[in-house]
């Protein structure tokens, strides 16, 4: 259910951040080529397919009658017309799922209402039979390792002793118990299982806000120091071992600007690197199923590059992308690794899934997300940059409407959440939704933002609403001087970060933009470091060096808020929050909204009483867009 009052502050996820400000249309403007809400914004039609590990099934998520997603089983051999849905849920969406060896089940998460505490649910793909693996309230599960080798194990990790710490638990799927294998001694941040089944790695965050990566040699050796990365280079991690342990992979920016691919001795701590990008951080990797060696990787530059360390592997990885356009990546193989499923994103259409035969080199079209949108001619994304005011290279995504010309439009400045995150190109809703109504989209990844190197992102430190906005500001009038955007109709919207990013600019800028959207962003840093969820506690020195330290610097964090400068407002504000949201509480929007009542400021502000940090119900999407629009129609047109 939604409440209204006045204001707007919204979601968490960079997807529907955008949701927020892709809900600007002109009612007068509607004809045959307008994009429907619900075509935009509803649950995709089927999405997130997995391959059994024993080729012969796929799972896969798609929306009940309700609008509900639930989880879909497909045999391969019967085809589409045999499917059938395992689950049967009516309040929350399924997201995702993952198969168990057995072929015989299924895994999932699910929190209650947006709250977080993720449950671990298996279900049988027979019987329907339904088990709740983690059955502890309050308390925030999530996956760690699961190895083919092991069927009947599964490593997770539970807030379930101490809520500001997550220790390694081993699930036995056998007999659905679990028992506590690795204790947080009060400073992991990540664990990481080796081939064998056990727990070898962690990384340790510092006082100084340093890393430590740590090594054991068995489960019952002491741990023991393999490298450390200063606050600098704290983006490092570690990505898994070798095989026979002797080695664990990393991503490492120790001596150089981006995080490289390396790989690490676990006796002598020697170094070698694998590979590297001079401007771009290294991305995920592609291992062997039986080897465990590293067959590929991706590096996000304006799109999605892939780079390859096995000549076969790249030979059949070409012959795959061949089936579509736009960017594949792997999301399933078999155990045997004869099958893959592919993805295919794109910037003008849904996504596209094939699974594709290694043995046959042929594939075989599954489906695509959302076939309504076939339908319609979307705008493509193209990637920018321009240089900040004080020299420092920007990256972003520009998209236009199809049918006008590229001169002085309005304009939505959208901002992603994090801050330490990043867009990348490929299909939005929100962004096609705006363009369809006759808006540009301006999406920047200022400095703060990942992907680009260390010191881009160390730029960011200690800027919120300071140099991190002066690169949205000079982003805005990158666009002006180009002819694109109309100076008098700029919008900003975000989500997360992007909704406090809104709030600034309604408050430290308010004569650049007209209107402001606010998902679920927080007004004063003050209060949101005091209310951040327990288990973010491991992080808090992080937090001291990249935004402020709550203990000795309020002064600072206080003038770097949306509302202790509330009485700059002079444009609309929209708020929208999520009731249970456990990163942002709902306070953060509260307060903003009832600082503009109080100074005669003009707002709307929707709270969901059923979501969290951002939204999930199909209904609350299209609530919120069809409320959205009509607010940026009024002030933007």
């Not at 004809?31 to 012969?56: C, H, M, Q, W, Y």
């Not at 001079?278 to 892939?306: C, H, M, P, Q």
């Not at 990546?329 to 690794?337: C, K, T």
């Amino acid at each position: 259910m939604c409440r209204f009052n006045f204001c707007a502050k919204v979601v968490l996820s960079v997807l529907f951040l955008a949701v927020l400000g892709g809900f600007y249309f002109s009612f007068a403007k509607q004809d045959k080529n307008r994009i429907p809400t619900k075509v935009l914004f509803g649950s995709p039609e089927k999405s997130a397919p997995i391959i059994s590990p024993d080729g012969t099934k796929l799972a896969y998520v798609a929306p009940n009658k309700q609008g509900i997603r639930n989880i879909w089983i497909r045999d391969l051999k019967l085809g589409k017309s045999k499917d059938y849905f395992i689950t049967d849920q009516n309040e929350r969406d399924i997201a995702w799922c993952i198969w168990l060896h057995d072929n015989e089940h299924v895994m999932y998460a699910q929190d209650n209402n947006g709250d977080e505490n993720y449950h671990g649910y298996k279900v049988n793909i027979r019987t329907k039979e339904k088990t709740d693996l983690t059955p502890f309230e309050g308390v925030r599960a999530g996956f760690l390792a699961y190895r083919k080798e092991f069927p009947d194990k599964m490593f997770i990790t539970m807030n379930k002793r101490d809520k500001k710490l997550f220790d390694v638990y081993e699930l036995n799927l056998k007999t659905n118990t679990v028992k506590m294998v690795a204790e947080n001694p009060g400073n992991i941040s990540s664990w990481v299982v080796d081939h064998q089944n056990k727990v070898r790695g962690a990384i340790v965050q510092r006082e100084d806000a340093g890393i430590t990566g740590l090594i054991r040699d068995s489960e019952t050796s002491e741990w023991r120091t393999l490298i450390s990365w200063d606050f600098e280079d704290s983006n490092s991690s570690f990505t898994g071992f070798s095989k026979d342990g002797k080695f664990i992979y990393a991503k490492d920016s120790k001596d150089a600007n981006t995080s490289r691919l390396v790989k690490i001795d676990t006796k002598t701590g020697a170094k070698q690197v694998i590979y590297e990008d001079k401007n771009y951080d290294f991305g995920s990797v592609v291992k062997d199923l039986d080897t465990k060696e590293i067959l590929a990787g991706t590096i996000v530059r304006a799109k999605k590059d892939w780079v390859f360390f096995d000549a076969q592997f790249e030979k059949d990885f070409k012959t795959a992308a061949q089936l579509d356009t736009g960017e594949v990546s792997i999301i399933g193989r078999d155990n045997a690794d004869k099958k893959w499923v592919l993805s295919f994103v794109k910037d003008d259409g849904p996504i596209c899934y094939w699974i594709f035969d290694k043995e046959k080199k042929s594939g075989e079209y599954l489906f695509c997300s959302m076939p309504e949108l076939k339908k319609y001619r979307l705008a493509n994304m193209e990637p920018i940059f321009f240089e900040s005011r004080d020299g420092l290279t920007i990256h972003g995504y520009l998209t236009c409407p199809i049918d006008k010309e590229r001169k002085n439009l309005p304009m939505v400045l959208s901002v992603h959440g994090g801050p330490w995150h990043r867009d990348s190109w490929g299909y939005r809703p929100w962004v096609q939704w705006l363009v369809n109504r006759g808006f540009a989209v301006l999406q920047i990844n200022f400095r703060g933002s990942t992907g680009y190197g260390k010191e881009f992102l160390n730029a960011g430190n200690r800027q919120w609403s300071l140099k991190m906005h002066d690169d949205l500001v000079d982003s805005v009038n990158w666009a002006i001087a180009q002819g694109v955007a109309n100076p008098k109709k700029i919008g900003i919207f975000g989500g997360s970060y992007g909704g406090y990013a809104a709030l600034v600019g309604a408050t430290f800028t308010p004569d650049l933009f007209c209107c402001a959207v606010d998902i679920v962003g927080p007004s004063n840093l003050v209060t949101l470091l005091k209310t951040i969820p327990p288990y973010w506690s491991v992080g808090k020195h992080m937090w001291k060096k990249r935004v402020g330290d709550l203990e000795t610097e309020k002064e600072f964090l206080e003038s770097c808020s949306p509302l202790f400068k509330a009485d700059k407002i002079k444009i609309p504000v929209m708020v929208v929050h999520g009731a249970n949201d456990p990163r942002v509480k709902k306070a953060e929007a509260e307060q903003i909204v009832e600082a503009m009542k109080k100074n005669g400021i003009q707002y709307e502000y929707m709270l969901f009483e059923d979501e969290g940090h951002g939204f999930v119900k199909e209904v609350n999407k299209i609530k919120f867009a069809e409320t959205a629009e009509v607010f940026l129609n009024k002030h933007m047109s």
